[in-house]
């Protein structure tokens, strides 16, 4: 049987990053997780039995034949009371064991909402969201600049010791929103810290859309991501530096390059996502030649 051309790659990279929509899902199988009554996450079965042992903090309301919803206990009432009631569950299933995505444990809070323009509710580990399926959000540098009339793409190499995707190929810099940051203060902060790209050069970036999708984890995590998409044109002598060591190098590739590297294992998934939307929009993948244009456009954009 012969290779998978680039746009079955492609395709099945997208499929497997929105595979929370796909054949084969637990979707049907989550239960709707509330807090103050609107909907903030999907929580898989095995961890909705496991959080019924905190009465206090988590609730899971019966129906006729199985469980309707996991809810956060209506008496905590503020930011300040969920906040601390859930992260101390969280550090005890930590302390237990209990999933294997709290081994990567970042000490870093993310913001729970509905809808990324609503008060966050609450804050959680960022390494425990898939649990509850609550949604993610980043912010995703393309830099690029022109030689010789050619326009070319800077990417990373992650570090070896990352804990997760080691050795990938990634974006020029990107991170997630932490809980008290706002986008493009984000931004600014991964360009210094990764690239080193001095502030008033990052600022420089322009925002030019999102990249959405939901997966679902090795062990049936849930993860619905956002990533704000931002193009900064570089001048045509800046070489980003490793600053934090998340990034062990960086590339200047030509295009073509680069769209190779997307249909390939060696780029982190949502990062090659990012790469592939800026291609569409620059008009390197173009519908008259791709005919998987249209299929392309809508795995890049898929409703959280």
Not at 115 to 132: C, H, I, Q, V
């Amino acid at each position: 049987m012969a290779a998978p051309g680039w746009s079955e790659r492609v395709g099945e990279l997208l499929r497997r990053m929105n595979s929370f929509h796909g054949a084969g899902s637990p979707k049907a199988l989550c239960l709707p997780f509330l807090v103050a009554g609107q909907q903030v996450g999907h929580v898989p079965q095995p961890v909705a039995q496991c959080l019924r042992q905190y009465p206090a903090v988590f609730s899971v309301s019966e129906g006729d034949a199985a469980p309707t919803c996991l809810e956060l206990n209506k008496h905590l009432a503020s930011f300040e009371e969920r906040t601390a009631a859930v992260q101390g569950v969280l550090k005890e299933l930590r302390e237990q064991q209990a999933f294997p995505c709290l081994k990567e444990w970042r000490e870093e809070l993310y913001n729970v909402m509905p809808y990324f323009s609503d008060l966050p509710l609450f804050g959680m580990e960022r390494a425990a969201t898939p649990l509850l399926g609550v949604k993610r959000y980043g912010a995703h540098l393309n830099g690029y600049t022109w030689r010789n009339g050619e326009l070319l793409m800077w990417l990373g190499r992650r570090a070896q010791n990352k804990p997760t995707y080691p050795g990938l190929l990634d974006n020029l810099a990107a991170g997630g929103i932490a809980s008290g940051l706002g986008v493009r203060e984000t931004l600014v902060k991964e360009c210094q810290e990764e690239a080193c790209i001095p502030a008033s050069l990052a600022a420089q970036a322009k925002p030019v859309g999102t990249v959405t999708y939901t997966y679902v984890g090795a062990q049936g995590e849930i993860y619905p991501e956002c990533q704000f998409v931002f193009d900064l044109e570089l001048p045509e002598d800046f070489v980003p530096q490793v600053g934090d060591g998340e990034v062990q190098e960086f590339y200047l590739w030509p295009l073509h390059k680069v769209k190779e590297a997307i249909g390939s294992p060696d780029f982190k998934p949502n990062c090659a996502m990012v790469a592939l939307d800026f291609l569409i929009r620059h008009g390197y993948i173009r519908p008259d030649e791709e005919p998987h244009y249209v299929e392309m456009v809508e795995g890049l954009h898929c409703t959280l």
